[in-house]
């Protein structure tokens, strides 16, 4: 759990985000970010007490799955992109029943979703089936896709993803 | 790498998601400081008004007959009537690109023509290869 998990659920919870219907804005940039990637899954995941919830999804039929085998809840710890180029090779994430199962994770990239005084609400993720690495470039393109979807988050009546 | 703050380019995009997040990204990486414009009346102000380094112009755009005002910015620089150099390298982004639009961009020394489906990173690295080495 991070040091400021009260906080950070009472923002989330202030945001009036979980649980509400897609939005066209933030669907936008996960099936950019899935095509820019070439991967199966891109998610925006918001980490709640007890569940990861997604507001934006791409490649998965579930609108949430439990904490405790949420890979996005281990990139709230920090500002850096949690990159897993292999969860097969993992410890943390091994025997995880997303790895084990359905949809079978190997890679994951999560770029913390980081709002007022330092506090993560979630990622916004990417999943592919097989290992895989992030290049500099690429890493950069993420925390800018991330960027955007921080500024949708916070200015909601902005028209930030227009295209 | 050669210092990002002395390489300047415009970036002639309808397209929001897109032109930001090349724009953001090569700010983040330190490679070019990207001037954006969503419209070409934008596009053509900046033109008049200031150098760059290089351009990268979307031809695609939503109303008929706007490629045609992306090619008259392309031949306004050409022909020296922009602050940037006639020499000023040009990549264009194109939803596809027949043998007559190919005839055109080839006369207007277009530097790169990237066709879609392209990704953030093609554009990137287009204008990394556009920096003198």
Avoid at chain 1, 81 to 109: E, K, S
Wanted: glycine share 4%.
């Amino acid at each position: 759990m991070p040091d400021n998990e009260q906080e950070r659920l009472a923002l989330l919870h202030a945001l009036l985000l979980l649980d509400t219907p897609p939005e066209q804005r933030l669907d936008k940039i996960v099936e950019f970010a899935s095509t820019e990637f070439e991967v199966p899954i891109c998610l925006i995941s918001l980490v709640d007490a007890n569940r990861q919830w997604f507001k934006a999804r791409v490649g998965l039929a579930v609108c949430e799955t439990g904490r405790d085998i949420s890979f996005c809840a281990h990139a709230l710890g920090s500002d850096a992109v949690l990159v897993i180029p292999d969860a097969l090779q993992d410890p943390r994430f091994h025997d995880n029943p997303l790895v084990t199962g359905a949809p079978h994770i190997r890679f994951y990239a999560g770029a913390p979703l980081i709002l007022r005084d330092g506090l993560a609400i979630g990622t916004l993720c990417l999943i592919d089936t097989r290992p895989r690495t992030l290049d500099t470039v690429a890493l950069a393109i993420l925390r800018s896709l991330r960027d955007l979807v921080v500024m949708e988050l916070t200015a909601p009546e902005g028209d930030i993803a227009d295209a | 790498m050669p210092s990002a703050a002395a390489f300047t380019v415009l970036l002639v995009e309808p397209v929001d998601l897109l032109r930001r997040t090349v724009s953001m990204t090569l700010r983040s990486l330190g490679t070019a400081d990207v001037t954006e414009a969503p419209t070409y009346p934008t596009g053509h102000q900046l033109c008049s008004r200031r150098r760059f380094d290089g351009v990268v112009v979307a031809l695609d755009w939503p109303h008929a007959g706007e490629d045609q005002k992306g090619l008259t910015l392309i031949q306004q620089i050409r022909a020296g009537d922009c602050i940037c150099p006639p020499t000023t390298p040009i990549a264009v982004l194109v939803e596809s690109c027949n043998t007559e639009l190919l005839h055109v961009l080839r006369s207007c020394a277009i530097t790169r023509i990237l066709i879609k489906p392209f990704r953030v990173r093609d554009v990137i690295d287009t204008i990394d290869a556009m920096r003198p080495k």
